[in-house]
């Protein structure tokens, strides 16, 4: 199986974020793509050539969560953005949010925390399937 970058193209000009930030990061998203592609087929080529177990495909295994996590997670990114930025506080969400952290201000505060943290990596928001957390 192959990916292909989708066009978020549509994006440019939306208010809030810039056009080179928003290309910027369609480049990054395409090249999350394209190696994601990359590994998949070094990785069956190993798979057929017995070479499971070598530490080259170890890491190649490792890797391909790098890549296809950048490649999925810009575009959850991407097909979320828009709206107001402003949680109806009635609505099933942020019911779960103030159930969890005690307050939306005080989640809005961690989450806007860990997104501004220098590095490498995302703010996530998902709820875990076990704890309800």
Do not use: C
């Amino acid at each position: 199986m192959s990916y292909e970058a989708k066009d978020y193209s549509s994006l440019i000009g939306m208010e809030g974020l810039s056009e080179a930030l928003l290309k910027n990061h369609f480049t990054l998203y395409q090249g999350y793509v394209a190696n994601t592609n990359k590994v998949m087929g070094l990785l069956d080529e190993m798979l057929k050539a017995d070479k499971t177990g070598t530490p080259e495909y170890a890491e190649l295994k490792r890797r391909l969560g790098w890549e296809f996590n950048g490649m999925r997670l810009h575009e959850y990114y991407f097909d979320n953005l828009g709206g107001d930025g402003n949680l109806d506080t009635g609505k099933k969400l942020a019911h779960e949010i103030q159930e969890a952290f005690g307050s939306y201000a005080s989640w809005e505060k961690d989450f806007k925390a860990i997104g501004a943290m220098r590095g490498i990596g995302w703010t996530v928001l998902y709820q875990d399937s076990a704890t309800r957390r």
